[in-house]
């Protein structure tokens, strides 16, 4: 969620408590209750587009970090028996080829990582039997391809549940714009009688009404969206 929706779906909550301290609102009035019934379910819609947009989120980085530390960790492995053998014959190219830092790898982007991991699996398949005396078999050179054909498949997944996450985003703010809507053009009129029956009642209805903006260092009243409509 943005903090302008954090604030809008705060105020909405604000709204649905005023209405639980004043139950007798509710009382031989269907209209309102039917509303108040809406109103629930349009902050839980917001809950569930919420965990929905964080759900999303949290796989998209799982799987790049998982993806990405595989792959790191295999070029690591198998540059570090490369590297050795290159030391013990003193070839000096193919030294250089695999003489990169652990701290390199982890900064680099995610093309030139994937790069990286399939000039290191042509490097290393023709040095097969001389790394095994470094402990690094045939599998290990094979799971550097493995898991650079692993980076680059979920690429795509990634991007795609980053579009997903900011068609949520979407969501949320289409629903803000409904939610907005009907509180302006029903809930409000609802209250806007109570204005002249009951002062106090309809002030405070106008305070859950006011959106909160916590964004800044000091919090900041603004005019409820819909207050042409409760004046």
């Known amino acids: 969620m943005t903090r302008k929706i954090i604030n809008f779906v705060d105020m909405l909550k604000a709204v649905d408590q005023f209405f639980t301290e004043h139950p007798e609102l509710l ?3 269907p209209a309102l209750q039917s509303s108040i019934t809406r109103l629930k379910a349009f902050i839980t819609d917001f809950d569930n587009l919420d965990k929905a947009q964080a759900e999303k989120s949290t796989t998209a980085f799982a799987l790049k970090a998982e993806t990405r530390n595989s792959l790191i960790a295999t070029i690591q492995k198998v540059y570090a028996g490369v590297k050795a053998h290159a030391t013990a014959t003193n070839d000096t190219a193919l030294k250089m080829e695999v003489d990169i830092t652990d701290t390199e790898l982890k900064r680099m982007r995610d093309h030139v990582l994937l790069q990286e991991g399939r000039s290191g699996y042509e490097l290393a398949k023709p040095l097969i039997n001389d790394l095994k005396m470094w402990k690094i078999t045939e599998d290990d050179v094979e799971t550097l391809n493995t898991n650079s054909a692993t980076f680059e498949a979920k690429d795509p997944a990634i991007k795609n549940i980053k579009s997903r996450t900011a068609q949520a985003t979407e969501d949320m703010k289409n629903k803000q714009t409904e939610v907005s809507t009907f509180l302006k053009e029903t809930l409000d ?7 002249f029956s009951d002062a106090t009642l309809f002030g405070q209805y106008q305070n859950a009404r006011t959106i909160i903006n916590t ?4 919090k900041k009243g603004t005019t409820p969206d819909a207050s042409v409509a409760v004046k």
């Open 27 to 29: 009382t031989n009035n």
């Open 189 to 195: 009129v609802f209250i806007a009688p109570f204005k």
């Open 215 to 218: 964004a800044g260092a000091h």
